[in-house]
């Protein structure tokens, strides 16, 4: 079991430039969860998901897009990256809203 | 909607000494109650939760925390922490019937030799 991986671990971007975040999970979770840590501010939610084909935004969705094509999957989009998405993302997936989250390793992402 | 406030960013404690980092909380509806902890450059790792039944619960490493429904409280305690407890405690709590956890901002337990 690994558990919940992200890929990529370290991203330099530039203004403007597009990519997207890989967050893969074994454990047949129904629920899945993008958050951005900066420093100070804890975890703020961007999006999540309670099922294969579904998304919802949280506290933070501006500036990124998600999709979840399969129950194991989910993808975090920047279209056109700014400097404020400088981050530490993490992924976490949870079986039941009433259980523990289990995060992945993140991804440092630094927008030039 | 809730909120969670954790009262120390930082907390310097000698190796062996007790600790406690806290943490309160807006509603006192039906809630989920979690430690997390975070060493440096990882994801977070659950050290603890509380979802019903005893109010005082144990978790790894030695931690508890005791809910405390009047103050609306959910506190983690260890009798005697040691260097390798070095790292960042994030509290969340979740609504009953929530997809979503709220955090709060994290406190750095720096334990000094």
């Known amino acids: 079991n690994a558990g919940v991986t992200q890929t990529p671990k370290f991203r330099v971007l530039k203004t403007g430039q597009s990519m997207t975040l890989l967050c893969a999970q074994d454990?047949?979770?129904?629920?899945m969860y993008w958050y951005r840590q900066d420093p100070g501010m804890g975890l703020r939610l961007i999006h999540y998901s309670v099922g294969e084909g579904t998304t919802a935004k949280g506290e933070v969705p501006d500036g990124y897009n998600v999709s979840r094509l399969k129950k194991q999957n989910f993808l975090l989009g920047l279209e056109s990256a700014a400097p404020s998405q400088t981050s530490v993302y993490f992924c976490?997936?949870?079986?039941?809203?009433?259980?523990?989250?289990?995060f992945g390793p993140g991804t440092r992402l630094l927008v030039l | 909607a809730q909120s969670v406030t954790q009262l120390d960013s930082q907390v310097p404690v000698f190796e062996e000494a007790p600790v406690e980092l806290r943490c309160n909380y807006s509603s006192s509806v039906s809630v989920y109650l979690f430690w997390y902890v975070q060493y440096p450059n990882q994801g977070l790792q659950l050290l603890l939760k509380?979802?019903?039944?005893?109010?005082l619960v144990k978790g790894i490493n030695g931690f508890e925390a005791e809910f405390n429904k009047s103050q609306t409280s959910f506190h983690l305690r260890k009798p005697s922490v040691h260097i390798s407890d070095t790292a960042e405690y994030f509290c969340a709590v979740k609504k009953g019937g929530s997809y979503i956890p709220t955090f709060g901002r994290g406190t750095s337990l720096i334990v000094h030799p």
């Open positions: 509380y979802l019903s039944g005893s109010t």
């Open positions: 454990m047949n979770h129904e629920y």
């Open positions: 976490a997936s949870t079986p039941d809203i009433q259980e523990t989250q289990y």
